[in-house]
Every structure is written in C-alpha cells, then in structure tokens.
C-alpha cells in the first residue's frame, strides 16, 4: 500500500514544518487548522512562526501545491496529530485538543488508515485516551486502522534542521503500525529511526526533558551554593565539564519554553512519588525569587527602577511562552518596582515592551534574562550612552552572557548569578 495523502492536525511550531516536509517530500497534505488567520496565512504562502528556514519552507510547500490548510480534515492514508498539550491550573496534562483532533478525524478514517500522534503526552495516552476514541470510527485497532506515538524532539532556533538530522523514535502499538510511520518519517530522517512501544516512546519524549529540567536544576542548585562560598558557579562547571562523564548545563533566570518546564508534570501526574523530578521544578522556578533577592539587596530599599534585558524564554528566539521574565515582573511589581522592558526580537508581550533608551532611562538596574546576541554583542560606546542615561549604573547578568570587561569599562557595577558578589 502506498500512503500518498496526509492530514496534520495542529499548524503550530511543530505541525507546520511538519506539514511543510512532508509536502515537499511529495505528500499531499491538509494542514487542519481552528484559527482562521493561520489558514490564510499559510494558503498565502507564509509561516505564521518565526523560525530559521520556515518562511522559505512554507513556500516550497504551498508553490509545489501539495500543503493546504483548512478548518476541517479530509480522508486521507495518514492522520497526524500536532496539537498543544499545555499544564492546567493542578499540574495536570489538558488532553482536550488532542481528543478533539482524534475525534474531529473519526469520520474521515477508514480501513488502512494510520493514526499518528506527535504530541508530548503523559505516558499510556495513546493506549487509553487516544485508542477508545478511534474505536469510534468502528474499524479494528492494530488490523484494519494502525496507531503509532512519534514524538517531536526538534529544539526551537534549529526546528528544521533537527527535524531531518536528528534521530527518530517511533512507537507503534504493534509492529504494523510502527513499521507504516518509519516508511513516513524515513523520506525526511536523515537521522537513525529506533522502533518502540507507543508507552515507552511516549515516556522516552519525558524523559529526556526531565533529564534536562534536572541537570539545569543542578546547575542552579550549584549557583546558588557558589555564590555563598564566593567563587565563580561558571567557572567551577567549566572545569567540572572538561570530565569526559560530566555534562553540567547552565545556570540562569530559570527554565521557561513550552516543554521543559510541563514535560517533568506528566511523569509525576502519572507517578506522584516522582519526587527528584518536583523538586527539581521548584529549584527551577525558584531562580525568578533569588534572582529578586539579589536586586533587592544591590538596590537596597529606596530604589526601584529596574530594566529588563530579554522576555523571550531563552536567547535569540522571539518565544516567550513560559518565560521566566513573565513572573519575574510579576513579582517585581506585587513589590512595587517600576520595571521597563527591552527585547530586541519579541514584539508581543504581556508587558509594554520600550525601545532600548526608554527602558534604560532612570532606571537603577539592568536585568539581562535571555543571552540575545544583540546583548552579548554591545559596543563600549553603546553601553556608554545607556550608562548616561541611567540613574545608577548596575547591570545584573542572569546568564552570565555579556562582555563583563566592557560593562565595567563603562563604569557599571556588574553582578553575575552565580557569582554574584565578585564584581
Ligand atoms: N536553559 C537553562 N540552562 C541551560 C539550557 C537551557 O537555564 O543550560 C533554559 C533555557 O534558557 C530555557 C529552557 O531552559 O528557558 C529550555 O530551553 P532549552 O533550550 O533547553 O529547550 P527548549 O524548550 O527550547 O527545547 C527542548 C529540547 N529538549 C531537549 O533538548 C532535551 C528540544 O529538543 C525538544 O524538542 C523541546 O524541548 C520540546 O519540544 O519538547
């Protein structure tokens, strides 16, 4: 049987790039869409996302003919799913788009049709959550309609690159079906396929952003220990790191996205005793409180203007979903501090966002949350006029990503996390 026709359900930052490889690698694809503006876009020919390759992508794909979008499915061989799976407000996976994906595909399945879903999802979804709405559509699970978990693991900034280079896992609820998503996948992968159970390959996705989560909790965790025993957190895991079996990640503001900080939640929704994982997530979301300590003890009392450098969640991306930034001025303004903002990519935000003279102007702290190049990058006589224009010069570097040398050259007093009382 040759699978020519594909639906892909969900046009975000997984499903579109998705939905546009497998158009130019000759599939015929619907990209299944609710918002309407998203549809329009793309039928116009453009990714509604910023990221490296997409936009060209995109077009490829919408020139070659083979991606539409559109509000409802159609039959076709294959049926992936690509929705979000956000936290609700107990730390408890919200299915509802993805049952209401499955569910918006039943009248479209027939026999030999294969169901994929990409989605990051606590472990046994596709078994227990995904399977008994497919038996609604009346064909028979594993013989006459095939399942299979392939989850995404592509990282934001290199989407399109990850997403032919990196290594592939499929879990199949049986071999049939793992075998019909590898003869999908294996025309985009250049990296290995490994084959799987739909629960291992749901569980494997987990783990490797709880690995994640965990390792930077470490890294924080050592931030904050160094700065009491006054050395230099970046140095000392540098030099740990030149251990061929030791791979600290950094410390920083705290772990934003929309994956690592919810993916650790499925596991200990499935298996609350997951206490190393908990406790890693608040490490994690204790650094937005901490990096609040330091200010408040660099500023002292009377003052209260701070600017914040960077609202995406991390550097050089326009996200910030998840941002640490976000609760960080949540919790400056609760204390009544004046912040302003500066993000040379973000240009939607939750706070007002200023250019870069009006988010320094009279301000008593620069904050820097996200390692944008644009920061890394600052010349001395760019730094010299944002001094000017400041009411006391004090830059707190949060990930320990500037031209400390020049910050200094400037006259500022610069703080690091981790490190916090050298300046
Ligand atoms: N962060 C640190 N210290 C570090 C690395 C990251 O504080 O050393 C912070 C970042 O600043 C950011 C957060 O962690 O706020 C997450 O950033 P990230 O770059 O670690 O990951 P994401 O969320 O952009 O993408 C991750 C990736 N997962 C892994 O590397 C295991 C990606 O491959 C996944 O596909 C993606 O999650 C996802 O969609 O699940």
Known sequence: MKMKKICVFGLGYVGLPTASMLATHGFEVLGVEIDENIIERINNGNAHIEEPGLNTLVKAAILSNNLKASSKPIQADVFIICVPTPLDSEKKSDLS??????????????????????????????????????????????????????????????????????DRIIGGINEKSALMAKEIYQTFVEGNIFLTDATTAEFVKLIENTYRDVNIALANEFAKVAEKIHINVWNAIELANRHPRVNILKPGPGVGGHCIPVDPWFIVEKVPQADLIKLSRKINEGMVQHIFDILKETLGKEKRNITIFGVAYKGNVDDTRGSPAKRLIDLLLTKNYDVRVYDPLVRKFRYELKNLADSVKDSECIVVLADHDEFKKMRLDEISEIGKLMRKKNILDARNCLNHEIWKLAGFDVRILGNARMH
């Open 97 to 166: 788009y993805v049952k209401s994906a499955a569910k918006s595909a039943i009248p479209y399945l027939i026999k030999d049709n294969l169901v994929i879903l990409e989605s990051t999802v606590p472990p046994k979804t596709t078994e227990e959550v995904l399977i008994p709405i497919l038996k609604e559509s009346g064909l028979e699970i594993g013989t006459e309609l095939f399942v299979a978990y392939c989850p995404e693991r592509v990282i934001p900034g290199r989407v399109i690159v990850e997403m032919v280079e990196n």
